[in-house]
């Protein structure tokens, strides 16, 4: 058993945290939002993420999982600190460390023992050694530490089951001592022979980025395929699944349509591109997914525009989230494109099974409502925005019926176009065009 420190949480840290302490540790979450912190404490979830409220109740009841508002209290007896606090985009791009090297300042102030102190939250490179100096600064009297990178790669929606069964663990450390107590941690893991990596501290910060910005460059070149295809004919996603079959592509994202968002992907791209510019090295290709993913707002606007009939004037989002199974609207494409569709004087009625609070705060002029099908009353359009599991299978007659006009935009590729067409709807997706007349 670790005792262990885990400062934020936010969607990484509160997920890590109780999971470590389902492993067997000891866990003390921290966190400066004492609203959240009270919340947490009487197993309040502040944010929805299936299976979390269960498990932190199992173990906040097994002793194992604590929380406090108290930085102090939370070091006093760990062996290892977690830093998980939020690294948001900066207005030039790059991440914004404030919160991570406060965290740090706060850390050297109150440690009283040796510990490692390791990063989760994404940094980019050169983070941890310069938080190693902030530390080091902030101390009052000396007390050693190691410091160590252990990026996380769990996804919202599904983030237990990723940490609980990773592709990998990479871990980041200078000494042998910070890299075998983090590795500790993880044991459970080995019985699943998940790999677990070792390695410097900078190739670990740079993995991170390294693997959001392929998953991004994938993402983006099946949309600029997408886009091809609607010019010279051929279904993107036939395409897609072709490509897929072959193991040195994968058939993982290669889903065109809406593009990226969320709380990682857009700003963990910006980042590496930022890297990149400061080292002289220029991220073209990244650079370039990011330009083909801010296009497709855009795109998709300008097919509602040509979908809606003559005045019509209201359109129905079917979910607002940026990917299902989540309530997170962080940089997802519902904005921009809601933006779009709010400044062309259209009325918005939005549907989402738990995104809807977050985005309402953001376009309190949106219609909230608690189905497609409440959304779809009286619509000239209904788009399809979030790929939830009950919007892939909507009753199209129903749908259709409390529409004011049948109009159906396909940002996700959910829906087979005859089916559609012999309902009645005017449909239209990304990157499979009507098929040309013989
Ligand atoms: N969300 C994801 O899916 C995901 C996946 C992998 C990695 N990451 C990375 O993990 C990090 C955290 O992301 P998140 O989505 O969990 O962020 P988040 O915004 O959901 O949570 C951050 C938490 O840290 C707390 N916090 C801020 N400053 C603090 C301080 N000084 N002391 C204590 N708590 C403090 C905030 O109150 C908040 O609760 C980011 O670097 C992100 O890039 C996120």
């Not at 959240?36 to 199992?58: C, M, Q």
């Not at 359109?315 to 299902?324: E, I, T």
């Not at 909507?394 to 590729?413: S, T």
């Amino acid at each position: 058993m670790i005792r262990i420190c885990m400062v934020g949480t936010g969607y990484v840290g509160l997920v890590s945290g109780a999971c470590m302490a389902d492993f067997g540790h000891e866990v003390w979450c921290v966190d400066v939002n004492a609203q959240r912190i009270d919340g947490l404490r009487r197993g309040v979830i502040p944010f929805y993420e299936p299976g979390l409220d269960t498990l932190v109740l199992k173990n906040t009841g097994a002793d194992r999982l604590k929380f406090t508002t108290s930085l102090a209290e939370g070091l006093a007896a760990a062996e290892v600190v977690f830093i998980a606090v939020q690294t948001p985009q900066s207005e030039s791009g790059e991440a914004d460390l404030s919160y991570v090297l406060q965290v740090g300042r706060e850390i050297g102030q109150a440690m009283t023992g040796p510990k490692v102190i390791v990063t989760k939250s994404t940094v980019p490179v050169g983070t941890a050694r310069h938080l190693e100096q902030i530390i080091r600064e902030a101390q009052p009297r000396p007390v050693p530490f190691d410091m160590a990178s252990n990026p996380e790669f769990l996804r919202e929606g599904s983030s237990i089951e990723d940490f609980m069964r990773p592709d990998r663990v990479v871990i980041g450390a200078d000494s042998e001592n910070a890299a075998s107590l983090v590795k500790e941690i993880y044991r459970p893991l080995y019985l699943l022979d998940t790999p677990i990596l070792t390695c410097g501290i900078e190739t670990a910060e740079l993995i991170k980025y390294a693997s959001n910005s392929y998953l991004a460059v994938k993402i983006s070149f099946i949309n600029e395929v997408a886009a091809l295809a609607e010019r010279v004919g051929g279904d993107v996603s036939a395409i897609a699944k072709a490509m897929g079959h072959d193991r040195r592509i994968g058939p993982k994202f290669l889903h065109a349509g809406l593009g990226f968002g969320g709380s990682c992907l857009p700003k963990d791209t910006h980042a590496l591109v930022h890297i990149g510019q400061q080292a002289g090295v220029d991220m073209a290709i990244v650079r370039a997914a990011i330009a083909r993913n801010e296009l497709l707002p855009r795109a998709a606007f300008a097919k509602a525009a040509a979908l809606l009939p003559a005045g019509g004037d209201t359109v129905a989002l079917l979910g607002c989230a940026f990917k299902p199974n989540t309530d997170d609207v962080r940089a997802a494409a519902s904005r921009p494109l809601t933006r779009l569709l709010l400044d062309a004087g259209l009325k918005v009625r939005v549907a989402d099974p738990v995104a809807l609070p977050m985005f309402r705060e953001l376009f309190p002029e949106t219609v909230p409502a608690a189905s497609p099908y409440e959304a779809a009353l009286g619509a000239h359009l209904c788009i399809l925005v979030t790929e939830w599991n009950e919007y892939r299978q909507l009753d199209l007659a129903r749908l259709g019926g409390v529409m004011a006009h049948r109009a159906f935009l396909d940002c996700r590729n959910v829906y087979d176009r005859q089916r559609m067409l012999s309902q009645g709807f005017a449909y239209d997706c990304f990157g499979r065009p009507a098929p040309r007349p013989a």
